[in-house]
């Protein structure tokens, strides 16, 4: 029982529990003739196994080569080399890899080789880029966008504007929240040559780039709600007033209070916080999909 739960910690079962409901709700929402009954279609059933697989073994492959830095930072959380040896590790990584790479192609060949690449680039991240500045974070937040940005080469009939929208949605706050937990993990980085923007500029001005992203970001949703009702196939009109209200309550004043937090923030466990906050915020964000389809 205690493997199994080292292995489910290891993978980051309630990230891709998360991120699995992203891509059904995703799809579900966004495309405007879907029933309930066509998200258990086989091949829909096999692209959210090849997502979960491939996300699964970056998770894999970045602990793998992240040992010394968790130590110092998390070292309650370290799965490889204590619950799961290295070799073990590797081995579920390479197989997951193979095995979504497959039904990637089965599914179709440009997804197959996005499976293939997207696989190169969790690996080229965790060895060399984690450690560069903003290259990692960028990747990560590209990542994040990629699981939607995959569903127009599932099915074409999918509202390409909203898989845009939320793609830079998830792309935006994935990278604040990415920045944050370098500010949260700057003791450790530290130690290891990282080259993240707290540790080259220190902790004072990366709180002032994250307030600059955070304001760009509420510019950005409130340039998509000045055009959203002219691309947006909402089925009734209230439903746009809904959509409109739930953006500026539930997205654009958080942001305002978070930066307010941002501002304040100067230990450790205030970036912990913040962390957490854009984690849920992004469900916040994806939740505002179902609007549209009422």
């Known amino acids: 029982m205690q493997k199994i739960l080292a292995f489910l910690q290891l993978v980051r079962v309630n990230n891709l529990i998360i991120l699995l409901a992203t891509l059904v709700f995703s799809y579900y929402f966004l495309t405007d003739y879907l029933t309930i009954e066509d998200l258990f279609q086989p091949r829909f059933i096999l692209l959210c196994l090849c997502i979960i697989l491939t996300s699964a073994a970056g998770y894999?492959?970045?602990?793998?080569?992240?040992?010394n830095i968790d130590l110092t930072n998390k070292p309650e959380k370290v799965i490889i080399g204590k619950h799961i040896s290295r070799r073990k590790a590797m081995f579920i990584h390479f197989i997951f890899s193979v095995v979504a790479f497959i039904i990637g192609l089965y599914l179709s060949w440009y997804l197959g080789s996005i499976i293939f690449f997207t696989t190169i680039v969790l690996w080229l991240y965790s060895v060399y880029f984690k450690k560069r500045l903003l290259s990692g974070n960028i990747i990560v937040a590209a990542l994040s966008a990629f699981v939607l940005l995959v569903l127009p080469f599932f099915n074409p009939l999918i509202s390409k504007y909203l898989v845009w929208i939320?793609?830079?949605?998830?792309?935006?706050?994935?990278?604040?929240?990415?920045?944050?937990?370098?500010t949260e993990d700057l003791r450790g980085d530290s130690k290891f040559n990282c080259k993240t923007l707290p540790i080259l500029f220190g902790v004072r001005k990366t709180k002032k780039v994250l307030i600059a992203l955070n304001l760009v970001f509420i510019g950005l949703l409130l340039t998509h709600l000045f055009i959203a009702n002219s691309y947006i196939p909402f089925r009734h009109q209230a439903n746009a007033i809904v959509y409109i209200f739930y953006i500026l309550l539930f997205l654009v004043f958080p942001l305002l209070i978070a930066?307010?937090?941002?501002?304040?923030?100067?230990?450790?466990s205030d970036f912990s916080r913040l962390s957490l906050f854009y984690k849920i915020y992004m469900l916040i964000g994806i939740f505002s999909m179902v609007i549209i389809k009422l």
Request: no cysteine.
């Open 60 to 67: 894999i492959i970045n602990d793998y080569y992240d040992i």
């Open 166 to 182: 939320y793609s830079v949605f998830s792309f935006g706050v994935s990278l604040i929240r990415e920045l944050v937990k370098d």
């Open 259 to 268: 930066m307010y937090y941002i501002y304040r923030a100067d230990v450790k």
